[in-house]
């Protein structure tokens, strides 16, 4: 499927790179040791594009991060939406070096590889009718009746935000695609189920430090949360409604790929937050106001 070139805002991203060994690198001792710098940063350009059906593969992959231990969830089914969803959403990918680019009139063959996507899902189009009902089925089952019932008063109404990545791009990424996002639903024709949705439902993925390892702060020594998508942390001090769905099992944190053993011990789960849209772009500005 040729790739519709679709402008996208690019963002400038700082990665770190990790060592790799093979065996004649285990058996020279000391000598690569000193040559290794683990605290070396290389630049990487990435662009957001639009969605391809060839994405689908790697949308898969990135939904797996928060999704995989929920059977629930049919991630086929959900990367097939995302993925022929034309003109709606972005991904990232590397930007292509300037010297490689085609001369115009040539077809662009885009990277296979995708960095993270942005997208959404309307819980009530009748085209996505069985995944909608297992994801529905999936939300009530791990909550309590008193949130079941303030849920039901916005499903009705509500398109359900895909925003996932890889760990190490930075939320300033962010910016730019929900924007584009933005921009997609004005785009789309009036009777579009997306475009109706006064309601987005995020699923952020948080990880929670155990309340007796937590650092001491002033609020009562309340336990620290983190967002894996440090700028939902922001879409949740507009949302109306939120709460946590657990993974029922436990993970070290990690900084920059680098475990120790005095990392404290965290817990993930799910944190579901419901924003009316015509909050998204206070939240935007709150986000670009932070990372300047």
């Known amino acids: 499927m040729p790739q519709k070139k679709k402008q996208k805002p690019q963002d400038h991203v700082e990665e770190e790179s990790e060592p ?27 662009e957001a594009r639009s969605v391809l059906e060839s994405d689908r593969e790697s949308i898969k992959i990135l939904l797996q991060q928060k999704l995989a231990a929920f059977q629930q969830i049919n991630l086929n089914e959900l990367a097939t939406i995302i993925s022929q969803q034309e ?10 070096d300037e010297d490689n680019e085609k001369q115009d009139g040539d077809e662009v063959e885009p990277n296979d590889t995708i960095f993270g996507v942005i997208s959404m899902v309307d819980l009530n189009f009748s085209q996505t ?10 939300l009530k089952s791990h909550i309590n009746q008193e949130n079941g019932s303030k849920l039901d008063f916005y499903l009705p ?18 910016i730019p695609m929900f924007e ?17 949705s006064e309601y987005w439902l995020f699923l952020g993925r948080i990880f929670t430090e155990e309340a007796n390892k937590a650092k001491h702060s002033s609020k009562l020594n309340a336990p620290e949360t983190q967002y894996a998508n440090p ?14 769905i657990s993974y029922g099992q436990k993970m070290s944190k990690a900084t920059g790929g680098k475990w120790s053993k005095d990392d404290p011990t965290l817990t993930p789960s799910l944190r579901l937050l419901i924003i009316n849209t015509n909050k998204v772009k206070d939240a935007l500005e709150k986000i670009k106001n932070l990372i300047k």
């Not at 003109?87 to 292509?96: D, F, K, R, S």
């Open 180 to 196: 584009s996002l933005l921009d997609d639903v004005q785009k789309l024709s009036d009777d579009s189920a997306n475009k109706k």
């Open 129 to 138: 009718k069985n995944f909608s009902c297992e994801f529905i089925k999936f």
């Open 20 to 46: 790799s060994y093979d065996e004649d690198d285990s058996m020279s001792g000391s000598e690569n040791e000193q040559d290794l710098d683990q605290d070396e940063e290389i630049m990487v350009d990435f």
């Open 87 to 96: 003109n709606l959403g972005n991904v990232i990918n590397q930007a292509e």
């Open 231 to 244: 700028e939902e942390e922001i879409f949740e001090e507009f949302s109306e409604l939120k709460f946590d």
């Open 157 to 174: 109404k509500c398109s359900y935000i895909v925003n996932e990545r890889f760990l190490n791009i930075p939320p300033g990424i962010s």
